[in-house]
């Protein structure tokens, strides 16, 4: 198993400080502060803000994906293959995917119940060992052992995962479990699998921030009982289809095969392509 080592690797930026003297002459000092900034603040974007850098190998031209998990609950091979020719498919970059595996200790998730709001960022600051770099982008999935947790304290008995930052994501094991036996046809493997894809489509922008300017809400987004945009496409077959009656961001999980599974429809397909993707 993976050593887990903090990254020491801290970048700077140089910034000029001025300082107005008071003298008669108005003298103006320049002092060169050096501030360090901690890696992990570049990952802090909202989701979807790092669509073009995903998608398009204009700045990176490789990913690295971090897979963080507890003994035991690394994901299933099958999904992560699944991921991979997923990304393939739709990404350009050329220097390829690379896999990194971080085993949690165990008091990361000492509860085994519940993860409290908001956690996974602490974790994340805690092990994340890989970031961005000049020519590789660096994404962090975390797996938990846990129902988390919504802002009032209540179980988030539904949401299997989300994508809480531009490069951060989080997917919870017993949620995916009680969606899969929810399901007849789509054994655990199936739902993780769709998961990590569905996810890995909002950091590509599908509803997020880049693709704004793309369409507006209701002609390709879904309208919500509250009338405003679901972040969803409306498109019932598509992957990233919602309907708030539906754990797995609607229907999804019904027409789950063992063969995963569920694809992008046409108009999703041309988000990813007008923002730089295959
Ligand atoms: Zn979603
Ligand atoms: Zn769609």
Partial sequence: MKKIYLSLILVAFVSLLFVNCESDDEVIEEIEVVVPVDPISLEREEGGQDAINILTEEVYTSLTIELAYLEGNRPQ???????????????????????????????TMPSGVTLPYDKELEI????????????????WILMVDEVMLNEDGTNDDDTIGFVYSNTGMVLSIPNITSTAEGSPISGYDGVEASTLQHEFCHWLGIFGPRADALHEA????????????TGHCKVPTCLMFYSSNNPLHGGCVSRFQSEFLVELDALCIADLQALGGK
């Fill in 77 to 107: 091979q099958k999904s992560l293959d699944s991921l991979t020719v997923f990304i393939n498919k739709r990404v350009n970059k050329s220097g390829g995917i690379t896999y990194v595996e971080t085993v949690l200790p165990s008091e």
């Fill in 124 to 139: 994340e600051q805690q092990y994340r060992t890989q970031f961005r770099s000049e020519t590789n982008l660096a994404l």
């Fill in 218 to 229: 209701g002609e390709h987004e879904g309208i919500g009982d509250d009338g405003d945009g």
